[in-house]
């Protein structure tokens, strides 16, 4: 493996640290590998070396790149300067992708607390996006943000339809960083179709990290640690994880139905179809009655496909009903 310290900002005293592992060769078939970004905490005051090497030897270990990125801090850490920081550090991995034998459509950042809250701003207002991210008792919320950095953004704000996958972990009774920071987080992604995982866990003080007995004592649950492992598994689970014969494909993907497409389909929820004067045309014709029989807490969640398994439909009939619907213009979409 090989580490390199690369000064980013010299005023700003902002750094990239890289942990490479090698490729083919002993390693099979393995030609490049996902990445991490890891983002320590410290209430941009300072950066936590606990959620720092120890989070990158973690993922190294299940055969990611690793990163770690320590950034603007104090007088220097005025909003935007964090995000710019977190911006170079991404293009720059990015750009690298080949000689670091990096997947660069596969880099996920990882935060702790206010470096949850810079982690969870690159997922959501950021111009190199990541792919994934994973956020350990974050701060998201605006007031809560701003009591460690004044200039900082809320999150909860800019949460969208084109933010990526979140996997987001807390403890109920973080002294900190209230767990309604996560809650709130959860419920935003939630409501805009945004693919998550979620860990709340019942006791546990703030800045755990790993939980890993070499880096924390003290009481907490005692399946707190398993965050590490999940969260490795959720990734493969929506880019794709390490295997001996290279890099394997998602399980799941990040998406949670078709209300993001460019057009209207059968994976929409009727609430995004109830929204379109054509589609709601449309299926008044060939599905009559369905607005009446479909229960109001439903529209929100189920899908057109999942509804139509109840009704017995015939497949071709489901099949022309498909094809006019992706006629539609989906006003929403975004889509791959």
């Not at 994973?134 to 009591?147: F, H, Q, S």
């Not at 987080?185 to 939630?190: E, P, Q, R, T």
């Not at 945004?194 to 019942?202: K, L, M, N, P, Q």
Request: aromatic share 8%.
């Amino acid at each position: 493996m090989k580490s390199e310290y690369i000064l980013l900002n010299a005023e700003r005293q902002v750094s990239l640290t890289t942990f490479i592992q090698p490729v083919g060769g002993d390693y099979g078939s393995i030609r490049r590998r996902p990445a991490v970004l890891v983002i320590p905490g410290g209430g941009y005051h300072f950066c936590s070396d606990r959620e720092a090497e120890p989070i990158a030897f973690a993922y190294l270990k299940a055969g990611y790149q690793a990163f770690v990125l320590r950034y603007s801090l104090n007088e220097q850490a005025v909003w935007p300067n964090p995000l710019s920081d977190y911006e170079q550090a991404m293009a720059l991995i990015r750009q690298n992708a080949e000689e670091w034998h990096v997947a660069e459509d596969r880099i996920a950042v990882i935060g702790f607390s206010a470096g949850g809250h810079l982690a969870a701003c690159a997922a959501t207002m950021s111009v190199h996006r990541p792919n994934a991210a994973i956020l350990g008792y974050p701060v998201i919320d605006g007031a809560c943000a701003r009591d460690y950095l004044p200039s900082a953004p809320d999150v909860i704000e800019h949460v969208d339809g084109n933010t990526c996958p979140c996997f987001v972990f807390a403890t109920r009774t973080d002294n900190l960083v209230p767990v309604s920071n996560a809650v709130h987080l959860v419920a935003a992604l939630c409501e805009k179709d945004v693919a998550f995982e979620s860990h709340i866990y019942s006791n546990g003080h703030h800045g755990l990290s790993t939980g890993d007995a070499s880096i924390e004592g003290g009481a907490f649950c005692e399946r707190y640690p398993r965050w590490v492992e999940d969260s490795i598994s959720w990734l493969s689970d929506v880019l794709g994880g390490v295997t001996p014969g290279g890099l394997a494909a998602p399980r799941f993907g990040a998406k949670v139905n078709g209300n993001r497409e460019k057009t209207l389909n059968l994976d929409c929820t009727l609430a995004c179809l109830m929204a379109s004067e054509p589609a709601t045309a449309l299926l008044d014709t060939a599905l009559p009655g369905w607005r009446e029989n479909t229960p109001s807490a439903a529209v929100g969640a189920i899908t057109l496909r999942d509804g139509l398994q109840y009704r017995g439909m015939d497949p071709e009939a489901i099949a022309k009903l498909e094809a006019a619907l992706r006629a539609i213009p989906n006003p929403d979409g975004k889509d791959e």
